[in-house]
């Protein structure tokens, strides 16, 4: 549940030195939602392929139930098939660390062995978890990879601590991100990797998960063009408050979390419905504020202030929120024969206050 709860919670951090011109001067973003459960919605950019969703795990086939309590997000968004530009979600998983457990000592329980339904593994820090787990998940065939850059993230840590407050947990945090670049059928790629790690702490007994990994690879000499792109995606990311819901009171009846989270979302709901904006912004992540590479917009239909990507000069936006943005002042999507509509209106730049 946390992997979507949160996912407004953060953004995948690239950088910010894009040229206008590395641009595709006309880019068309269908609004589409998560295939399996409609879990949430988000722009994707049109033609593009979307595989994966929403999964669950058997506890009787996984082994136990440390990973059968919450749904998992496993999805790609692909320009191709052969994934030559792509965005992936990684799910969240429980792990256990058996050091402190005498079982664990005596070597009951080895590592890579099953606990519980949760893969026996030491605890280690975000960095670390990138190179040692996801990238042998994500590309288990790849001979060889470089590391050119990789960081730890105190922002991405606070905004976990912010979003796991209202639930009291006292937890330890670290967060990080990688860029490697390896070559794959005979074309060099640049890829940026984010992951953040929780322990449990005491209470925990040698619990502790991933959370929010995802990554997004280019061409390497692509990459930078493809970064607004794939901003705008997670930007867009709207959780499907009702099905956020039920989800939560499954866990609460699977005994998984505390009935005091399900009221929060409740009441969230609820001020959502009634239309406070200042809690519809914060679930939205008011850390989107203050990234660069964005601008505020108003929606020509219900003059609600969204945020967008500032790379290309001209955003329209249709009744079903779909979204084409351009650098072609002559272009008018209503008069685009590929996109078949003609109800698409600009998107004025909301004005700041003092103007008029």
Known sequence: MKSLYQLYLLVLILSSEVIFAQLPETMIFKKTSEPREKAFTLLVPDQWIIEGGIYRIDPTTGGGSGNAMDAKLDISFKKDHSGSVM????????????????????????????????????????????????????????????????????????????????????????????????????????????????????????????????????????????????????????????????????????????AEVLRHLQQMDKEIQEGHQKTYAEINNDMFLTLMDREEYVNPYTNEVEVGTNQWRYRWENESGEVVYSNREAYDPNHDETLNRTDYKKSSVRKRYGEH
């Not at 005498?102 to 593994?121: D, K």
Request: aromatic letters at 12%.
């Open 87 to 258: 965005m992936r979600w990684l799910p969240d998983m429980n792990y256990f660390d058996m050091s402190m457990s005498p079982a664990g000592q005596m070597g009951a329980f080895p590592i890579g062995s099953n606990y519980n339904g949760m893969m026996v593994i030491p605890k280690m820090d975000a960095e670390a978890f990138i190179r040692q787990v996801v990238i042998p998940y994500a590309h288990p065939y790849m001979p060889d990879y470089e590391v050119i850059d990789s960081k730890s993230s105190d922002e991405i840590v606070e905004g976990i601590k912010k979003a796991d407050a209202f639930i009291g947990m006292t937890c330890f945090y670290t967060a990080a991100v990688t860029t490697i670049t390896y070559t794959e059928a005979g074309v060099k790629y640049k890829e940026r990797i984010i992951a953040a790690t929780q322990d449990f702490g005491e209470l925990g007994a040698g619990l502790w998960k991933n959370r929010f990994t995802l990554y997004a690879r280019a061409p390497i000499d692509q990459f930078e063009s493809w970064e607004p792109v794939f901003l705008e995606m997670i930007r867009s990311v709207k959780i499907n408050m009702q099905w956020m819901i039920g989800e939560v009171q499954g866990q609460v009846q699977r005994g998984a979390i505390n």
